[in-house]
T-cell receptor, first 113, second 115 residues
Framework: AQSVTQLGSHVSVSEGALVLLRCNYS??????LFWYVQYPNQGLQLLLK??????LVKGINGFEAEFKKSETSFHLTKPSAHMSDAAEYFC???????????FGSGTRLQVQP | NAGVTQTPKFQVLKTGQSMTLQCAQD?????MSWYRQDPGMGLRLIHY???????DQGEVPNGYNVSRSTTEDFPLRLLSAAPSQTSVYFC??????????????FGSGTQLSVL
């Protein structure tokens, strides 16, 4: 069965610092991987997705993620954090045989001034 | 376009009561789904539909029913609410029923408390 593990339920960074949110996946077939963001009292929005094209995927708001098959990882990064990045971030996986996403448990990002 | 609309935003039920959470989308999406979000557990799939008249179970279907009589609507029914169903519920849709890499569009959620 496919799954994702997000390391760290809470991450705190200073404004302007590097953001690194970790995601490791488990899948028996080549996966599709996603990062979604949830702002307070809102639904989730797609940040970026990996669908077996380029291993480095660029998303919205300056975020990017790199698919590393050898490490089964899909970590999310942003070079310089902004106050508006404070939100909860979810990694998710699916594969060609399924019609549903499997979500990680989420990482809440705090950005300190 | 309104996107994905969920009603109500908040609901409090007593154990054993029934209710229906409404979900409507105006994007002509074939695929619609219901998730529940619980602290520390991410989102878990309850039921999904790949088109009118077609529904299937997700990871946590027990205690919930769905139907898909139109492309636009995908209501979620709780027949006899239990405290374990206290959660935030999200409806999500996507355009293509066949492509699993399609972006999901989420509603703003329904916060349900069962006392």
């Amino acid at each position: 069965a496919q799954s994702v593990t997000q390391l760290g339920s809470h991450v705190s960074v200073s404004e302007g610092a590097l953001v690194l949110l970790r995601c490791n996946y488990s899948s028996s077939v080549p996966p599709y991987l996603f990062w979604y963001v949830q702002y307070p009292n809102q639904g989730l929005q797609l940040l970026l997705k990996y669908t077996s094209a380029a291993t480095l995927v660029k998303g919205i708001n300056g975020f990017e993620a790199e698919f590393k098959k050898s490490e089964t990882s899909f970590h999310l990064t942003k070079p310089s954090a902004h106050m508006s990045d404070a939100a909860e971030y979810f990694c998710a996986v699916t594969d060609t045989g399924r019609r549903a996403l499997t979500f990680g448990s989420g990482t809440r990002l705090q950005v300190q001034p | 376009n309104a996107g994905v609309t969920q009603t109500p935003k908040f609901q409090v039920l007593k154990t054993g009561q029934s209710m229906t959470l409404q979900c409507a989308q105006d994007m002509n999406h074939e695929y619609m789904s219901w998730y529940r979000q619980d602290p520390g557990m991410g989102l878990r799939l309850i039921h999904y539909s790949v088109g009118a008249g077609i529904t299937d179970q997700g990871e946590v279907p027990n205690g919930y029913n769905v139907s898909r009589s139109t492309t636009e609507d995908f209501p979620l029914r709780l027949l006899s609410a239990a405290p374990s169903q206290t959660s935030v519920y999200f409806c999500a849709s996507s355009h293509d029923r066949e492509r699993t890499n399609e972006k999901l569009f989420f509603g703003s959620g329904t916060q349900l408390s069962v006392l």
